[in-house]
């Protein structure tokens, strides 16, 4: 999955004090409890700890992960606030195998509705899934391409997105790199 709990100094800081709380040692991308030979009887509680620093490790790694994608979307609701045109998040629309599918922002332009679909991923693993998602969501509401234009919002900040999977996007919405790209977002929503 290509999750690295010990990327950067906050995470290490924070596992080193989940080890540090549970009694778990790491030496390396290992989590251990050391027990001599004369402590079988505390065995089942050194399992127990070591399964809950997995566990508080393994939330370190995805909430991190959620809240990169959450940012994300985030700065795209800032710059369409700063807009001035009306705008609706996370709009449902019937999708056409009967599923109701959700879509981040729906903007009211001068001329056009906008759909708007935010992406982005902490690897590119997640990524992969993130565009696969994108390109579902557009593919089962063809019926709204007449009254919304589709926008992808990519973020421009990551390098997770492969040119496959951003080339099936742009077969179906307008790509925009974001915040890179904030002039041509302007320009599409006004259109």
Known sequence: MNIRPWKTQKRKKLISD???????EQDGGELKISLAVYEAAQ????????AQACIRVSDVSMTQTQ????????DVEEFLESTGYRYETDRAIPGKFGQEIRIDFSVEGPRAVSLL???????????????????TRWYD?????SAAQFITVVDAGVQ????????????LSILI?????????LEALAA
Not at 67 to 74: A, D, P
Request: charged letters at 25%; glycine letters at 6%; hydrophobic letters at 45%.
């Open 141 to 145: 509401i063809p019926h709204m391409k």
């Open 117 to 135: 679909q935010a992406v982005s991923a902490a690897n590119p693993v997640v990524g992969r899934h993130v565009a696969d998602d994108a390109f």
């Open 67 to 74: 809240r990169l994608v959450s940012q994300f979307k985030e």
């Open 160 to 171: 997770t997105f492969s040119e496959p999977d951003l080339r099936r996007l742009e077969e």
């Open 18 to 24: 989940i080890c540090s709380a549970l009694g778990v």
């Open 43 to 50: 065995l089942g509680d050194a399992f127990l700890r070591l």
């Open 177 to 185: 790199a974001f915040p890179d790209q904030q002039g041509q977002l």
